[in-house]
């Protein structure tokens, strides 16, 4: 199916009629971004790209999709009826990120986005994959903002919390995004460096995969990274940040004990029922949404 490249004008008419269109993909080397109206669908699955195979499976591949070039992100429309980020969560890798996204997801109050591509692929645009330096300007500012409150958008009344959590490799550009959202809560689950590595040699991220090269020079301007060498880049950048910008927390406060501590961390003060169906997820797998299994506490 041919989708749709529409103008700049024609994009805000339909970004003004349709309050679930968001940005799902950039395709950096044609700069264009891919829009689709995701309606009110609530994203539970604990992953972005999840959540939108789940709504184009609902909509029978009828979804309401288009692109337009990347500099539409230059508009100031994005500001309206957008929530502004509550929190960022950066993580190693296995610490239970996806466990705590699902965790928030299950209230109807909170928008999560998990690892969604346009804001990893928004990298690869600004910096050529990685082959130009990072360049922290105003219009490169200004179009993450506006990227990131196009994905926030407040699609149904019940949402008032936007968090967003990040693929790893982000914590590369922490200084960047605390300075376009300076003041916004972040933290950063953490593990002893030797688990993160065990764990990624049974099952390498996908952003590590030998097809994703051009995200791995991103971190560390190698296509073919050690793994070992990730994790130290990683670790390093982290430990770079004061805690009052950055609040370190271990994986093992992922926890139903923990949830509350981090909840505090991110100024989010959860009514007694609330809570309680927060911590009801950690009574399942996170990285099963269908034939959830049980696991161990």
Same mark, same amino acid.
């Given at each position: 199916?041919?989708?749709?490249?529409?103008?700049?004008?024609?994009?805000?008419?339909?970004?003004?009629?349709?309050?679930? *269109?968001?940005?799902?993909?950039?395709?950096? $080397?044609? !700069?264009?971004?891919?829009?689709?109206?995701?309606?009110?669908?609530?994203?539970?699955?604990?992953?972005?790209?999840?959540?939108?195979?789940?709504?184009? /499976?609902?909509?029978?591949?009828?979804?309401?999709? &288009?692109?337009?070039?990347?500099?539409?992100?230059?508009?100031?429309?994005?500001?309206?009826?957008?929530?502004?980020?509550?929190?960022?969560?950066?993580? $190693?890798?296995?610490?239970?990120?996806?466990?705590?996204?699902?965790?928030?997801?299950?209230?109807?109050?909170? *928008?999560?986005?998990?690892?969604? /591509?346009? =804001? @990893?692929?928004?990298?690869?645009?600004?910096?050529?994959?990685?082959?130009?330096?990072?360049?922290?300007?105003?219009?490169?500012?200004?179009?993450? +903002? @506006?990227? =990131?409150? /196009? %994905?926030?958008?407040? +699609?149904?009344?019940?949402?008032?919390?936007?968090?967003?959590?990040?693929? #790893?490799?982000?914590? +590369?550009?922490? !200084?960047?995004?605390?300075?376009? &959202?300076?003041?916004?809560?972040?933290?950063?689950? %953490? +593990?002893?460096?030797? /688990?993160?590595?065990?764990?990624?040699?049974?099952?390498?991220?996908?952003?590590?995969?030998?097809? @994703?090269?051009?995200?791995?020079?991103?971190? *560390?301007?190698?296509?073919?990274?050690? *793994?070992?060498?990730?994790?130290?880049? &990683?670790?390093?950048?982290?430990?770079?940040?004061?805690?009052?910008?950055?609040?370190?927390?271990?994986?093992? @406060?992922?926890?139903?004990?923990?949830?509350? =501590?981090?909840?505090?961390?991110?100024?989010?003060?959860?009514?007694?029922?609330?809570?309680?169906? %927060?911590?009801?997820?950690?009574?399942?797998? #996170?990285?099963?949404?269908?034939?959830?299994?049980?696991?161990?506490?």
């Amino acid at each position: 199916m041919k989708i749709e490249h529409l103008s700049t004008s024609s994009f805000l008419t339909e970004y003004h009629n349709r309050a679930g *269109l968001i940005p799902v993909n950039i395709q950096p $080397a044609a !700069g264009m971004i891919t829009w689709m109206d995701v309606e009110k669908y609530h994203f539970f699955e604990g992953f972005f790209q999840r959540s939108i195979n789940t709504f184009q /499976a609902i909509k029978r591949g009828e979804a309401i999709t &288009f692109t337009t070039d990347f500099d539409v992100l230059d508009s100031d429309i994005f500001e309206n009826g957008a929530l502004h980020p509550d929190g960022f969560i950066f993580h $190693a890798g296995r610490c239970r990120s996806t466990l705590l996204v699902k965790a928030l997801a299950r209230l109807q109050q909170h *928008l999560v986005l998990s690892e969604p /591509a346009p =804001l @990893n692929q928004f990298w690869q645009v600004i910096t050529d994959n990685g082959t130009k330096p990072l360049v922290q300007n105003t219009s490169n500012q200004n179009r993450y +903002r @506006n990227l =990131l409150l /196009a %994905m926030g958008r407040r +699609r149904s009344e019940a949402e008032t919390h936007f968090f967003i959590k990040l693929t #790893s490799f982000n914590i +590369r550009f922490f !200084g960047f995004i605390n300075a376009v &959202f300076p003041g916004t809560p972040a933290i950063v689950l %953490m +593990r002893d460096a030797d /688990a993160i590595i065990t764990s990624f040699e049974k099952k390498v991220p996908e952003w590590l995969v030998p097809d @994703n090269h051009d995200v791995s020079k991103l971190l *560390l301007g190698n296509a073919c990274p050690d *793994l070992k060498e990730v994790v130290k880049t &990683f670790l390093d950048e982290a430990a770079s940040h004061p805690p009052e910008q950055l609040k370190h927390f271990n994986y093992d @406060n992922v926890s139903p004990e923990g949830l509350e =501590l981090i909840l505090k961390h991110l100024n989010i003060n959860a009514a007694e029922k609330q809570l309680d169906l %927060m911590k009801r997820e950690f009574l399942f797998d #996170s990285k099963t949404d269908v034939n959830r299994q049980r696991r161990i506490i």
